[in-house]
């Protein structure tokens, strides 16, 4: 059973401060990872993916993957209150036919000012 | 246009009504997607769509009924839901099933099983 966690939160920070936002996935086979953010009463929005070793930045967000710790992460830095929101982890087997996407229960963030 | 629209954005019917979600896409995508998004639990597919042809019946029970018409229209036929159907409905579609592509979803359909 392919799985993905996410530490449960809610997480809160101060606006200006870095959010870090976590995922673990229990299948070696997934090789491409994307995280969402997902606005109350709204729809997963597209926000990084990542599909190898290392870092990626993109503004104020940063996606880490670290494959042979199964682990990917989501920094925002100067975190503003605009950011709140829950944050969803999928993870995807490039292998796959069926394009399946294997999401996390999702993490809320709350950025006080 | 947005990329991907659903309609009906909210929806109370009760358990002996026959209504349907709408879902279309404006990306050219190939594959749709119909997911369901209950609290506190993570995104549950329920069908995959590859070019009109089902691929994929997660397990669902046969008062959900999808229909896929071409390749930019996706619908969700509902009849005699249960309360447990309560639920946020999100239709995504991706450029194909070749593993690793992201998805892009709609606004959803809240809907409410009275």
């Known amino acids: 059973q392919k799985e993905v966690e996410q530490n449960s939160g809610p997480l809160s920070v101060p606006e200006g401060a870095i959010a870090s936002l976590n995922c673990t996935y229990s299948d070696r086979g997934s090789q491409s990872f994307f995280w969402y953010r997902q606005y109350s009463g709204k729809s997963p929005e597209l926000i990084m993916s990542?599909?190898?070793?290392g870092d990626k930045e993109d503004g104020r967000f940063t996606a880490q993957l670290n494959k042979a710790s199964q682990y990917v992460s989501l920094l925002i830095r100067d975190s503003q209150p605009s950011d709140s929101a829950t944050y969803l982890c999928?993870?995807?087997?490039?292998?796959?036919?069926?394009?399946?996407?294997?999401f996390g229960r999702g993490t809320q963030l709350t950025v006080w000012p | 246009e947005t990329g991907v629209t659903q309609t009906p954005r909210h929806l109370v019917m009760g358990m002996t009504n026959k209504k349907s979600l709408k879902c279309e896409q404006h990306?050219?995508?190939?594959?749709m997607y119909w997911y369901k998004q209950s609290a506190k639990k993570p995104l549950e597919l329920m069908f995959v769509?590859?070019?009109?042809?089902?691929?994929e019946n997660n397990s669902v029970p046969s008062r959900f009924s999808p229909e896929c018409p071409n390749s930019s229209h996706l619908f969700l036929h509902l009849h005699t839901l249960q309360p447990e159907d309560s639920a946020l409905y999100l239709c995504?579609?991706?450029?194909?099933?070749?593993?690793?592509?992201?998805?892009?979803f709609g606004d959803g359909t809240r809907l409410s099983i009275l």
């Open positions: 769509y590859s070019l009109e042809e089902r691929v």
């Open positions: 999928a993870g995807s087997d490039r292998g796959s036919t069926l394009g399946r996407l294997y």
């Open positions: 995504a579609s991706s450029q194909d099933l070749v593993g690793g592509q992201p998805q892009h």
């Open positions: 990306l050219g995508h190939n594959a």
């Open positions: 990542i599909y190898s070793n």
